[in-house]
């Protein structure tokens, strides 16, 4: 799935006054949550509406630990065993947040790292392929409240970047949707048939959109 970074390791802000401690991705409750690595579960929590609210540390086999935090529901215990892309759970909206998404965090030695190189593969781990084809970017931290900042996110900022990646993957998909189209249509012309294609792929980008 492909996810967005919606709170980077280090920044500081109200949320997070001595720096953030690991990474936020833009992820819609309920999406399955799963192990990057093998290992065993270190702890499972509950801080309620503090702190990370539901979260699984899992340590994996090279001696860091993996902090996953703000979930919905847990699905294992502390001392299981992990294999790497197993379930955890769902991600969600527990904890001192203001808005559904993964933290993920990285510890190594009992002191927090930036876990910034494995985003990639959180992302991976995270959701399914229609997930991945329909995800709009839930963000938590965001910074434009107003309707205005929105505008300018969907179009001046980062919004293009993330609007290419995202039509890029679900390109294959699209592709197939077009070909059931086209077939269905050229039953009645093949004229109709072409435009169909087309709308295909323009709904498709809205739909990412």
Not at 56 to 83: A, N, P, W
Not at 141 to 166: A, C, L, M, Q, S
Request: hydrophobic fraction near 40%; glycine fraction near 14%; proline fraction near 3%.
């Amino acid at each position: 799935m492909k996810v967005r970074i919606t709170g980077r390791y280090g920044e500081v802000d109200y949320l997070h006054p001595k720096g953030h401690t690991g990474i936020d991705f833009g992820i819609e409750e309920g999406t399955p949550l799963r192990s990057v690595f093998d290992g065993v579960v270190e702890k499972v929590v509950d801080y309620g509406s503090e702190n990370i609210g539901k979260g699984v540390l899992v340590r994996f086999e090279d001696g860091t630990t993996g902090i996953y935090g703000h979930m919905s529901k847990i699905f294992v215990e502390k001392g299981q065993k992990i294999t790497e892309g197993q379930t955890l759970g769902l991600s969600g909206n527990t904890g001192f947040s203001t808005a559904e998404h993964l933290h993920f965090g990285l510890k190594e030695n009992g002191h927090f790292i930036d876990p910034t190189p494995l985003a990639d593969k959180v992302g991976e781990y995270a959701g399914s392929a229609w997930d991945r084809f329909l995800y709009n970017g839930n963000v938590t931290n965001n910074d434009y409240p107003t309707v205005w900042g929105w505008i300018y996110e969907k179009t001046f900022g980062n919004r293009i970047e993330h609007f290419v990646t995202d039509y890029i993957s679900a390109f294959p998909l699209l592709a197939v949707v077009s070909l059931g189209v086209f077939g269905l249509c050229n039953m009645f012309s093949r004229s109709f048939a072409k435009w169909g294609v087309i709308i295909t792929f323009i709904l498709g980008g809205l739909a990412i959109l």
